[in-house]
């Protein structure tokens, strides 16, 4: 069984900047994609930005540009940098790690993100 943490939410002004990070544990293949999704109130779950295991990004078009997604491998943790926040960022962000191509295995709890105008 496999686990994982998102943490660094929290209220920032337009413009601003945050870093979301997302803990891995348990048997989480390594070899995973790994990705970032987000969902605002009364709206669908977006995905936002994904990562494979020979360091693909891939973004979507709204965050290319601000958006970095990484992965430090040492310590099993996978990283949103996010940049120029807007108003339209605010979501609860989620982290999720699965076979690529194949529906995500593993789905962490979220991390609120507030972006005040």
């Known amino acids: 069984q496999g686990h994982l943490v998102e943490s660094g939410g929290g209220s920032v002004q337009a413009g601003g900047s945050l870093r979301l990070s997302c803990a891995a544990s348990?048997?989480?293949?390594?070899?995973?994609?790994m990705g970032w999704f987000r969902q605002a109130p009364g709206k669908e779950r977006e995905w936002v930005a994904g990562?494979?295991?020979?360091?693909?990004?891939t973004y979507t078009d709204s965050v290319k540009g601000r958006f970095a997604i990484s992965k430090d491998n040492a310590k099993n943790t996978l990283y949103l940098q996010m940049n120029s926040l807007k108003p339209e960022d605010a979501a609860m962000y989620y982290c999720a790690a699965g076979p690529c191509g194949r529906p995500w295995d593993y789905w962490g709890q979220g991390t609120q993100v507030t972006v005040t105008s």
């Open positions: 990562l494979t295991y020979s360091g693909t990004q």
């Open positions: 348990g048997n989480i293949d390594s070899r995973y994609c």
